[in-house]
Each structure stands twice: as structure tokens, then as C-alpha cells.
């Protein structure tokens, strides 16, 4: 098994200067992604120059094919940038193999989809155990204990035990999120996170983000909901794979 050195893949200062500014979670530099296929070449991210300070909720808005989902996988590492620098905590993300990224995204990433991804045939607190179990970062013994913390955190500690097709779709999605925290990630990452939902787990859900980024989690979250996007604390617009606007809600 491969053992992943949490130093490996730190940025080091060159001549004095710090590899990332301070308070800094994410920078990205010059991020170009483009993919390649039967019917030619298409860039998805041009040039990409962005920085997230850590306790920032962010969302990400943009008309489809702008670029945002991949600008999320490039950050997560689920992507690699064809060139430029993805930096996240100080970590070369850029640089690490696939089962180094595996590792680090385990550790020090949730990441949070459109339809959940919850295993069917595991109850809500065995997803999020499975998690923990990938992620060590929690004893063995602790683990129990803390699921149902977590579970308890998003307010379904009362279905603890049942299994995802028995819950709503906006019930899913908060064990989706609890799952995210299973071993405390230094970054969320939710792409369109409320796409599949009604207005009022819609509503349900978001409060949940706005909460976590009040306690001083870090956020990343796609939406084509502008009205959610503005409840952000700032919100970037991507434009045919540019970042072509950024605004500060509040």
C-alpha cells in the first residue's frame, strides 16, 4: 500500500519569497485544460488565474460548457491542467500521480455531487464510515461516534440507519455532505450541488453550506442558480473557459 507523505508535493519558497500568498487556500496559475478528441481539440480553461483565501464560500456561475465543472476537477485533482500550477494548502496537486492525488483528495477534500453518489446498499452512517475508513484520519474506535456526529450536524441523525432510497432527494444530498466532512477536508467542493433538487430541500441544503461557512469551512460550489450564487460571500463568472467577472456579496 502506498504510504502518502502529506509534505510531498509542498510548494518550497524560492529565494525568500513564500510559494503562496498568505491566507491563501487555492491558487491557481496560468491553468490551461484542453481535451482531445475525434472531432479535434477543445479548451475548457484558458489561462486560468484564481485565488481562494481559506474560510471563503465561493460560487462558481457560468452557461453550460464555460468551463465550471472543470474548473472543480482541476482544483480536486479528479482533472490535471494541460499546463499551470494548481496549488491547494500549499500542495502541488499538479505534480502528484494518481494514487498520491487519490490519497491527498481523501484526506483533504469532500467533494459533493449533483446526484449524491451515496452507495445504495449501505445505510446513511455506513457511507459516511466508509469514508472515514478510506481516510484514517479518525481512530478506528472513534469512528462510529463521529459519523453520527456528523450526521447529527446536518439534521439526520434520526435516519442514521436507513438506506438512500429511503430518504428524499434533499435528505440524500445532507448525508452527501456529511459524508463530504468524514475527515474534516480543508476544502468542500460541490458542483451544482442543488441542481436535482425541489425549492424546499433546495432551500434545506443551502442553509446547510451557508452554516458550514459561517464555522469557517472553505467552499467551492457550481451553480446556474444566480439567486443562491449572490447568498455566496463572492461569486466568479466564467466565460467560454475565462474568468470574465468577480463580485463581493457581502
Known amino acids: 500500500m502506498l504510504q502518502f507523505d502529506v ?15 498568505d491566507g491563501c487556500l487555492v491558487d491557481l496559475r496560468d491553468v490551461v485544460k484542453t481535451y482531445k478528441g475525434s472531432a479535434g481539440t477543445f479548451t475548457a480553461l484558458k489561462g486560468i488565474d484564481l485565488q481562494v483565501e481559506s474560510g471563503a464560500f465561493v460560487s462558481i456561475v457560468g452557461k453550460s460548457g464555460s468551463g465550471k465543472s472543470t474548473l472543480i476537477n482541476v482544483i480536486t485533482g479528479i482533472d490535471r ?12 496537486v499538479h505534480v502528484l500521480n494518481e494514487e498520491q492525488i487519490a490519497i491527498w483528495r481523501g484526506r483533504s477534500v469532500g467533494v459533493i455531487f449533483q446526484f449524491f453518489q451515496l452507495l445504495p446498499t449501505l445505510t446513511a452512517v455506513e457511507n459516511i464510515l466508509l469514508a472515514m475508513d478510506y481516510g484514517k484520519r479518525y481512530p478506528r474506535t472513534e469512528r ?3 459519523a453520527l456526529h456528523l450526521l447529527k450536524l446536518v439534521g439526520m441523525a434520526d435516519h442514521a440507519h436507513r438506506l438512500p432510497n429511503a430518504l428524499s432527494g434533499g435528505q440524500q444530498q445532507c448525508v452527501a455532505i456529511a459524508r463530504a466532512l468524514a475527515n474534516d477536508p480543508i476544502l468542500l467542493t460541490a458542483d451544482e450541488p ?5 425549492s424546499k430541500s433546495t432551500e434545506m441544503v443551502f442553509r446547510l453550506f451557508e452554516n458550514l461557512a459561517n464555522s469557517g469551512k472553505t467552499i ?13 460571500q463572492r461569486t466568479i463568472r466564467l466565460v467560454d473557459g475565462k474568468i470574465q467577472d468577480e463580485f463581493i456579496n457581502r
Open 7 to 21: 509534505n510531498q508535493g509542498k510548494q518550497k519558497p524560492e529565494n525568500g519569497q513564500a510559494g503562496v500568498l
Open 81 to 92: 491542467p494541460t499546463s499551470g500550477e494548481v496549488l491547494v494548502d500549499h500542495t502541488r
Open 144 to 146: 462510529p461516534e463521529h
Open 194 to 198: 442543488t441542481g436535482n433538487l425541489d
Open 220 to 232: 467551492l460550489m457550481v451553480t446556474h442558480d444566480n439567486e443562491l450564487a449572490a447568498r455566496a
